[in-house]
């Protein structure tokens, strides 16, 4: 028995570069000029501009998009962890499609 496809059913929001921007000084600031490191690999981002550093909602904006601003579900990732954490949410979903 398959369960509910939700994600038809929410209206989907777009957000453009600007929120994006926004999202990132309100995430900045929550730092603080403190020094953030990767939950995948602890690589370490300097401030004031954190360069290289992802933003990932640990919550997908696509089927919560009422949660964009919530700072508590965002973590810290270097580009390389956020691709790899896309990668295998990609893979699961293949997988379960296929069964």
């Not at 995948?40 to 004031?48: A, D, Q, R, S, T």
């Not at 089927?63 to 700072?71: A, E, G």
């Not at 973590?75 to 990668?87: E, L, N």
Request: proline share 6%; glycine share 4%.
């Amino acid at each position: 028995m398959r369960g509910l496809n939700l994600s038809s059913r929410i209206p989907k929001k777009k957000y453009n570069q600007k929120d994006r921007y926004a999202l990132k000084d309100e995430f900045n600031m929550q730092y603080d000029g403190k020094n953030i490191y990767c939950v995948g690999c602890n690589e370490v981002f300097y401030p004031p501009y954190y360069k290289g550093l992802h933003a990932h909602h640990t919550l997908p904006v696509e089927k919560f998009p009422d949660h964009f601003w919530n700072l508590d579900i965002i973590i810290p990732v270097c580009r390389k962890c956020h691709y790899k954490i896309h990668w295998a949410l990609n893979a699961y979903q293949r997988l379960k499609r296929r069964r």
